[in-house]
């Protein structure tokens, strides 16, 4: 063993040497590699970045060009109609002779159209596999409001398979009544309630939409808006609220109440006392924000007086 | 500071989208207002379209989807115009302005409500929100013959005056159903009592004349009216008048005065058709 020692030694130091020398190129190798790592990293940044906004340029140019393009036919196509002033039929000499898809596919949008109005009449549908889906569509005056939809199985008997008619409404007890013998009768009837009951709500919505600071807080309703609970004033510079108005609606295919009772509070000058019965009246034959516009002005005179 | 950049261009994108999203559609609209094809120009179309396209053209729709679409939806169009017995036989519509979800469209609609024609004409306001669309009518305009259709006016005016498209419609069946009604009546005992039973008007007219066969027999008129009320309700009104030789007064002239009340009340108590038969076995029975 002895006859080694020089030589250990030397490998020793050799080894420090080397482990000495390897960490410092080392660190400084890993350092360039770290520099040109974040160089890339940054330079392909930029490269991404500027490919993006060349992208985006591209597209919108494309998009304007689009845009003037269809632009200019849609100008052309109003020109060529204004001088026309009308329809023009395919047989006009100048026409392109439309392929039978383009025929087709005018005819299969007219008829949609055609269906789409259907929805004003009030009932509109499509048939399905077992029976029809009717939608029964509302309206207050020209605002067309919710729709509702059923659908019915006609086979073997006609019978409800879903629909989104509110619980309140007496579905089951009118489908008791009609549906296996006048399914017409049935619809019209429930469109009737539906419509009634829209058109309350919507007129208490209005109410308390405009009116709001001639009433006391909110309107009490219940859920079929048939029973209307509410204190009011008839002009929005009181902060008292003399009347109290509770209308029924004994018929629930009417917007109109039956029943409007009308009181006014002890301490309320005589003068508002004796409008009561004028109020009661309006309410049983206006519709509720046009009633309050009725009896709101001639008071407003009577308010201010001393 | 980039991210701005950026937000330019994509900003930009978007408005030129929804602008050519505009476009197309108006230009589309404008195409299908414009544009009008006879029912035979669409047999035809539809004949050559199936063998024309036979093997051609994967990426669109097949001919025969199309069709199917097409055919299905006019089972839909046909079976509700049965059901309802509303049937329009033209409708255009043109766009008049058209704004993000704002669309205002004039509307021109004519056809039959059971044996009766309409005309109409209106706006139709249409705001799209996410959840739904709400429609408004405006400008309505109700083009019927009242002069025919007498008990109707009244209805027709408040319907214009208040845009109650909707209700129209309803009163309008039920009316309709009514007239069919009262045509059926008439032709029923025109039929079984040719003698006895006149129609002066015809069929379509609003009374009949019950005439005993003697030459100096007496005269009942039938007057029924069908009311149509400013909230579209339909009642139907009938009424009698008398026209007596003086000899038959002189001796029943108290039959005669009742003989309005008794129709009135047997109205109410059988129903217009045995009331009617009623009062033609009277009048055939009578001297």
């Keep these: ?306 | 500071m980039e991210n701005s950049i950026y937000q330019v261009y994509e900003d930009e994108i978007q408005s030129l989208e929804e602008e050519i999203k505009m476009l197309a559609e108006k230009y589309e609209d404008s195409q299908q207002e414009s544009t009008f094809f006879s029912d035979e120009e669409i047999l035809m179309s539809m004949k050559s379209f199936q063998t024309e396209f036979q093997g051609e053209l994967k990426g669109q729709e097949s001919p025969s989807d199309l069709k199917a679409q097409l055919e299905s939806l006019e089972a839909d169009l046909s079976f509700l115009m049965k059901f309802t017995g509303i049937w329009f036989t033209s409708h255009s519509k043109k766009t008049v302005e058209k704004t993000g979800s704002r669309t205002i469209q004039k509307h021109r609609l004519s056809g039959n409500c059971h044996s009766l024609p309409f005309q109409l004409e209106f706006q139709l306001l249409e705001i799209k929100s996410k959840e739904s669309v709400s429609a408004v009518i405006t400008d309505l305009n109700v083009i019927m013959e009242s002069g025919e259709y007498s008990g109707v006016s009244k209805f027709v005016s408040s319907t214009e005056e208040h845009g109650n498209l909707l209700p129209f419609f309803k009163s309008l069946s039920s009316y309709a159903e009514w007239y069919e009604h009262r045509r059926c009546t008439f032709l029923h005992f025109k039929t079984r009592y040719p003698d006895i039973v006149k129609l002066p008007e015809g069929l379509l007219g609003d009374y009949i004349v019950l005439r005993n066969p003697e030459p100096s027999g007496f005269e009942l008129m039938i007057v029924w009216k069908i009311h149509v009320d400013e909230d579209g309700r339909t009642t139907p009104v009938l009424d009698l008048l008398t026209k007596v030789p003086e000899q038959v007064l002189e001796q029943n002239i108290t039959t005669i005065e009742n003989a309005p009340t008794c129709f009135r009340s047997m109205l109410l108590l059988f129903g217009i058709e045995t009331a009617i038969e009623n009062l033609i076995k009277v009048v055939g029975l009578k001297k």
């Design chain 1, 1 to 306: 063993m002895s006859a080694f020692p020089p030589a250990r030694e030397q490998q020793r130091k050799m080894e420090e040497g080397r482990a000495y020398s390897q960490d410092g190129v080392l660190s400084h190798l890993e350092m360039l590699e770290a520099q040109a790592h974040e160089l890339a990293l940054k330079q392909e940044e930029t490269e991404q970045q500027e490919e993006k906004l060349a992208r985006l340029k591209a597209r919108v140019q494309e998009l304007r060009l689009r845009r003037d393009e269809l632009q200019a036919k849609v100008d052309l196509q109003q020109k060529r109609l204004l001088g026309k002033e009308g329809v023009v039929t395919s047989s006009a000499p100048d026409a392109a002779q439309p392929s039978d898809r383009a025929v087709l596919e005018w005819k299969m949008k007219s008829v949609q159209a055609m269906l789409q109005v259907f929805y004003l009449t009030g009932i509109s549908g499509k048939l399905t596999k077992h029976g029809v889906c009717f939608c029964i569509s509302t309206a207050y005056e020209g605002t067309y409001l919710d729709s509702y939809y059923l659908d019915l199985l006609t086979k073997p008997e006609v019978r409800i398979r879903r629909h989104s008619v509110p619980v309140f409404i007496p579905l089951e007890q009118l489908a008791k009544k009609y549906l296996q013998t006048d399914i017409k009768r049935f619809l019209s009837v429930l469109s009737d309630h539906l419509n009634a009951y829209v058109g309350r709500r919507y007129q208490a919505d209005q109410l308390q939409e405009r009116f709001s600071e001639r009433l006391e807080g909110a309107l009490q309703r219940n859920s079929l808006c048939n029973v209307l609970v509410f204190n009011y004033n008839t002009s929005g510079k009181n902060q008292t609220f003399p009347f109290s108005a509770k209308l029924l609606y004994g018929d629930l295919c009417r917007s109109l109440p039956t029943e409007a009772v009308v009181s006014c509070t002890p301490d309320a000058p005589a003068s508002l006392a004796g409008r009561t019965a004028a109020h009661s009246d309006v309410f049983r034959h206006v519709a509720l924000h046009k009633a309050f516009d009725s009896i709101s002005s001639p008071e407003e005179g009577l308010d201010r007086a001393p």
